[in-house]
């Protein structure tokens, strides 16, 4: 039976429910019990779709008076009925289920209950209609007071089954204005008068300081300014080469020049990056379950290095990073995809949709909080509670990113065509000559089965060396060594343990059922009855026959069966002797081609020793080859990176509540309408959409911008910003401290080209940044937290700055810049990651921390607990926590042993004759920049000689002198 349209009504009298049921296409019923087939009716009924609550039928419904036959207009007609009746609860003051009357867009994809009120054309089947006329036994509009006459009706549906159509101030919704500080434009300051000297930026601090009753410090000593400034700029202490310099320097421009040689500094790059990298919440791996690793999203690290480094002017630095591949920096674009990605997709349309639309909102969200200081993302599900923007604003900004996915795209080099065919030619040169020489050699090894054919020797022992495989420890499948065949007697397998042949080894992998020692000779083939050495890469296998044989071949393999080809020899010898001692090699690679080389020679081409010459240059070649062909390729098609994927969306819907699956109407790529965004076309090229926001975001009449990087800056070098909410100036950040100030800094940002350096030196050369930051009881009562900078506030160094430090001081810091970075971490490779924190570490290992490998989720052992972001959330300033983790960290951790020893051993290598006094002296200069008082000195002298110089430099690394910018 088929179902079509259902009634329902409820008979007072007789307390009962009549149902009437026509059929219709579409719907089935299976067949029910008899007794069950009452409540088929109201089942049907629940199935009815959500937006045609009412039956549709065409023409007329009873109930409802006829449209109106004359041409309707809105301003005429309509918008005074709805001013008297509507537009109370669902106007500009007031909307009641989140529905408007007064906006086209809303009036008609509907409110709160996600249905259409308005059907333009089609006035019977529109919701609105029944709920004015009274006919839908839910819902009666307005709910208070007198309805819609039938004549108000008629008019009503006369105006939508002719369009619907709003007068023209209806029809776009007006872009929202703010009176809020950080939407007007920039302020021009001009500086105050000051006595404090002619840079601005102490005259705007110091007016302020004088309307409270204070005044700036005195200025630092020039020790701790030098220590200071390398902290604050490099995140590296200086050396005390580096602090006596300085001090002998004694003309007025030594601290300028001082400050322009550490803005020029690479390592400046290095310490700023981290910064920014925290804020655009960059890590290399995907974060969530699996948290699989991204090998190459280093390249965005570099890139931004490399920008700071060069001055990149900050407009560019921001517009390259949305939109790279158009202005010549490709790798910039990591910046669209630094945030985390769910690798596990879902068959289910709900879920994946809503994975899509959280991958835009991280890239909304970090784009509006990075650089406009603005929380975009709380307009995804509905207008912003605090600042001015729209929903209808958020899904532009999603319609901008909706063509970048999480992925790895090729980065171009700028390699010329004559360079690309220079390597090619060398390359088509190398090939020829490694196939002229592979020609004359025996097949390289290989993993199943492997024929050593020699002149017949004499031998009681033989022993296979090896010192080299395809990875890790060397496994060995069976060892056959065949005597020499006669007329009378063909040759026979020796080896075989059942021959009384003995085996010894260099030593054997941990006891497991497969790989055994007796598996060497028991004549069985496979991996499970083979032999694996103890040692990664090297290991002896020896066997000794019952009594002296003639050989003249020797058959081995990795897997006879084929199956795997692992833990292959790569580089090995056969050795025979008579007796114990008396070994002479009579096999091995020195006569066969280089691993994984082609070649058609013979499987059992006797050994030779005449071609070790010729197999050395084949292997260097074969390396030289490889390595060519990398470097073609990458000189072809550029390296792979992990910096997006780019592609011409599809349309962008506005989302009912965030929904994914409740698109409503169509919204074009755009931004903050409040902000005046530039114009978009529906179906703008994907890389214009990128293009034109970034440029947009640093336009010059944009206060945003200019603003939000002034007080970055100032928050890093002086602990806290103008703004203390550096990421969100909007209504829900705090007010500036010094808003003059503020201004003046944005302004002058950009008329000094964008420069940061420019404003670096403007901010490290003034009396605020230089004074002392030793507390006075008249700024502690009056300012206890120094807002109004009455003295520099001092603060504990980040986790970078502390472990980077403690590099230079043992004199292990790896300086080397870019490039894949360290792992801190033993990786357990299965589908979800493992991460384990390493207990030792390599030199290798020993790079600043920028070049960690930054897993999510996951901290180093010794340095996460000092608030390190985890890099699933944008970090605009992070916490300054004091835990026992941190403690125990510093005081015992491997790296801090490690490097205590390392600076212990640096001591008495370069004072080996000195007294313990000087090395005590010689510890503090190299950890605190300066010698030790004579109460220190008279402390640390029996602490070093009751337990040693490690113990001193353990001791100095956790001070607090040194774990604080002074």
């Not at 025996?442 to 990875?471: C, D, Y």
């Not at 989302?655 to 530039?678: F, K, M, N």
């Not at 890099?871 to 992070?878: D, L, P």
């Not at 020893?901 to 300066?930: C, D, K, M, N, Y």
């Amino acid at each position: 039976m088929q179902l079509d349209r259902h009634s329902c009504r409820t008979v007072a009298a007789g307390g009962r429910i009549e149902v009437s049921v026509r059929p219709v296409p579409g719907i089935s019923v299976l067949p029910r019990p008899p007794g069950l087939i009452w409540i088929l009716p109201l089942f049907a009924v629940l199935w009815l779709p959500v937006g045609d609550p009412l039956p549709a039928a065409a023409g007329n419904r009873p109930g409802l008076p006829p449209p109106l036959k004359r041409k309707v207009d809105f301003d005429r007609d309509i918008q005074p009925l709805l001013v008297r009746h509507c537009l109370s609860c669902h106007g500009p003051k007031r909307q009641e289920s989140d529905y408007r009357l007064d906006r086209s867009r809303i009036a008609i994809s509907g409110g709160d209950r996600q249905q259409r009120p308005i059907r333009p054309g089609r006035s019977a089947q529109s919701p609105l209609i029944h709920y004015v006329a009274g006919t839908d036994p839910d819902t009666r509009m307005p709910p208070k007071g007198p309805g819609l006459t039938r004549a108000q009706v008629a008019l009503l549906r006369a105006w939508i089954d002719q369009g619907a159509r709003f007068s023209k101030s209806a029809s776009t919704d007006p872009p929202l204005r703010s009176s809020h500080w950080s939407f007007q434009p920039l302020a021009t300051a001009v500086p105050p008068p000051s006595t404090a000297g002619r840079n601005p930026i102490d005259a705007f601090l110091q007016r302020r300081l004088a309307a409270a009753g204070l005044t700036f410090s005195t200025r630092a000593d020039r020790r701790t300014l030098v220590r200071r400034l390398y902290l604050d700029l490099l995140g590296l202490p200086p050396s005390p080469e580096t602090i006596d310099s300085f001090l002998r320097d004694k003309r007025p421009e030594a601290w300028s020049q001082l400050v322009d040689r550490v803005l020029a500094h690479p390592h400046y790059g290095e310490r700023w990056a981290r910064h920014w990298l925290d804020v655009v919440r960059f890590a290399e791996s995907h974060g969530f379950e699996t948290n699989r690793e991204r090998p190459t999203a280093w390249y965005y690290r570099d890139w931004c290095i490399e920008a700071l480094n060069t001055d990149l002017p900050y407009d560019r630095f921001i517009v390259s990073q949305l939109a790279g591949d158009a202005t010549g920096d490709p790798a910039a674009t990591g910046f669209l995809v630094a945030g985390p990605s769910d690798l596990v997709k879902s068959p289910d349309i709900t879920l994946t949709l809503a994975q899509r639309q959280d991958e835009l909102a991280d890239m909304i969200n970090t784009t509006g909080t990075a650089i406009l200081g603005l929380t975009l993302g709380c307009a995804r599900c509905h207008n912003h509670k605090f600042d001015p923007v729209t929903q209808t604003d958020y899904y532009a900004m999603a319609a901008v990113f909706s063509g970048v996915s999480h992925g790895e795209r090729p980065l171009p080099l700028p390699v010329s065509a004559l360079q690309r065919a220079t390597v090619a030619r060398q390359l088509g040169e190398d090939r020829s000559r490694l196939a002229s020489l592979i020609s004359k050699l025996r097949q390289p090894v290989n993993a199943r089965h492997n024929v050593e054919r020699f002149a017949a020797v004499t031998a009681k022992f033989v022993r296979f060396t090896i010192r080299n495989t395809n990875g890790s420890e060397p496994c060995l499948d069976e060892l056959e060594i065949y005597t020499v065949a006669t007329p009378d007697r063909p040759a026979r397998n020796v080896a075989l343990a059942s021959r009384g042949t003995r085996t010894s080894s260099s030593g054997n992998f941990p006891a497991h059922p497969f790989h055994k020692l007796a598996h060497i000779n028991d004549g069985r083939h496979g991996n499970r009855f083979s032999w694996i050495a103890n040692q990664v890469g090297r290991g002896w296998v020896q066997l000794e026959f019952p009594t002296a044989v003639r050989i003249d071949r020797i058959e081995w393999g990795r897997d006879r069966t084929g199956k795997y080809t692992d833990r292959l020899p790569t580089r090995y010898w056969i050795e025979v002797a008579e007796r114990p001692g008396q070994w002479r090699e009579i096999a091995g690679i020195h006569d066969r081609a280089p691993f994984g080389a082609r070649s058609t020679a013979p499987a059992n081409r006797l050994v030779r020793d005449d071609l070790r010459r010729e197999a050395a240059l084949a292997r260097g070649l074969q390396g030289q080859v490889e390595k060519a062909t990398r470097q073609l390729a990458q000189v072809t098609s550029g390296p792979v990176a992990y910096v997006g994927r780019f592609e011409q969306p599809g349309p962008t819907h506005r989302l009912y509540r965030g929904d994914p699956l409740a698109p409503r109407e169509l919204v074009g790529p755009g931004a903050v309408a409040a902000l005046a965004p530039p114009p978009m076309a529906t179906n703008e090229p994907e890389q214009q959409r990128r293009l034109k926001l970034g440029r947009w975001l640093v336009r010059p009449d944009n206060p945003l911008a200019p603003r939000v990087i002034a007080n970055r800056l100032w928050h890093y070098h002086f602990g806290t910003g103008l703004v203390s909410t550096p990421s969100d100036l909007g209504g829900n950040g705090t007010r500036p401290s010094h808003p003059l100030l503020l201004d003046w800094m944005a302004g002058h940002l950009v008329e000094t080209g964008w420069s940061l350096k420019s404003l670096h030196r403007l901010i490290l050369t003034s009396r605020a940044w230089c004074q002392s930051s030793r507390p006075r009881a008249d700024g502690l009562a009056v300012d206890s937290e120094a807002r109004l900078l009455w003295r520099f506030p001092p603060r504990r160094l980040a986790a970078e700055a502390i472990r980077d430090g403690m590099l230079v001081a043992s004199g292990s810091l790896n300086r080397q810049m870019g490039g894949p970075g360290f792992k801190v971490f033993e990786v357990v490779m299965e589908n979800v990651r493992h991460y384990f924190p390493k207990k030792s570490f390599a030199a290798n290992e020993w790079r600043r921390m920028v070049y960690m490998t930054k897993i999510r989720q996951e901290q180093d052992e010794v340095f996460g607990p000092f608030d390190c972001p985890d890099g699933n959330q944008v970090v605009a300033r992070r916490s300054r926590s004091t835990t026992p983790l941190q403690a125990l960290g510093l005081l015992n951790g491997h790296f801090v042993l490690q490097q205590s020893s390392l600076l212990a051993r640096r001591i008495q290598s370069e004072t080996p004759t000195a007294s313990t006094q000087w090395q005590i002296s010689r510890a503090f200069r190299l950890v605190l920049g300066r010698h030790p008082s004579a109460d220190e000195l008279a402390a640390a002298l029996p602490l070093t000689t009751r337990h040693g110089l490690p113990a001193l430099a353990r001791a100095l690394l956790n001070s607090n002198e040194f774990l604080w910018l002074p």
